[in-house]
């Protein structure tokens, strides 16, 4: 039986991760020119990045209970957490078009683009 402090490092491991993958899916959406590769650097490096950090929390950190076996540790800690962070970015999050980004000037500094009604 897990402990509850076991039981809440999972919880801190799979919202870091969730967090962690919504973040990367949305760098990599506003980075990448074309659909099509900010789809294959998400379906590739995002699970690389979760399985390095599952490695760090079980390994270097001691977080979270035994669950098993290591399909239940990719399925909860890598597969779980990606979908729900890009869920969370291609539907809550706005498309990266909508957003107004600052220009920047011959001087180097920012101004922000005014949007015209």
Request: proline share 7%; net charge positive.
């Amino acid at each position: 039986m897990a402990t509850p402090l076991e039981l809440v490092g999972l919880l801190v491991a799979v919202s870091v991760n969730t967090a962690v993958a919504a973040l990367a899916t949305r760098f990599l959406r506003v980075r990448m020119h074309t659909r099509l590769g900010s789809a294959v650097y998400t379906a590739t490096l995002v699970p690389f990045l979760l399985f390095v950090l599952t490695l760090v929390y079980g390994g270097v950190l001691r977080l979270g209970p035994d669950l098993g076996s290591p399909t239940a540790v990719l399925g909860l800690l890598v597969a779980l957490p990606l979908a729900v962070g890009v869920t969370i970015d291609f539907v809550w999050m706005p498309a990266p078009g909508e957003v107004d980004l600052p220009e920047t000037s011959d001087r180097g500094t920012t101004r922000r683009r005014r949007s015209r009604r």
